[in-house]
């Protein structure tokens, strides 16, 4: 009698303190499928993900301005910063400030030859 309650008793303690992961599907964070060509997980995301969840507003703002500041973020690094800052700051200053900073940072590729060609010719034509 004393066994098998004894087993009981360690089975219940093993299950209320081990964890359970479960995955279902290739879904992203909200529901949104992943594949080969849409943005992967970075440590850039993680770290836009972990600012937005900090409780105090200015160290939202701290936080984005200083991811806002790097130097070679991905395109889609950026458009996914724009919508968290849009989501999480309040503040209108403070979002207009984030994403000047983050537009003036922005770092330009070359364009490809046959582009530089086509806007040179946009910039003949103009007045």
Request: charged content about 30%; hydrophobic content about 40%; proline content about 4%.
């Amino acid at each position: 009698m004393k066994n098998a309650l004894l087993a009981v008793v360690l089975v219940i303690t093993l299950a209320s303190i081990s964890g359970c992961v479960v995955a279902v599907g290739n879904t992203g964070e909200c529901g949104e499928k992943k594949s080969a060509g849409k943005f992967q997980n970075s440590a850039t995301k993680a770290e836009i993900d972990a600012v937005g969840r900090l409780m105090s507003p200015n160290a939202q703002t701290r936080g984005y301005r200083a991811i806002a500041e790097r130097k070679h973020l991905t395109e889609r690094e950026r458009i996914y910063l724009i919508k968290a800052i849009d989501k999480h700051v309040w503040s209108p200053n403070d979002k207009e400030a984030l994403l000047v900073l983050l537009i003036k940072n922005r770092q330009f590729e070359d364009p490809e030859p046959e582009t530089a060609k086509e806007l040179t010719d946009i910039q003949d034509q103009s007045p």
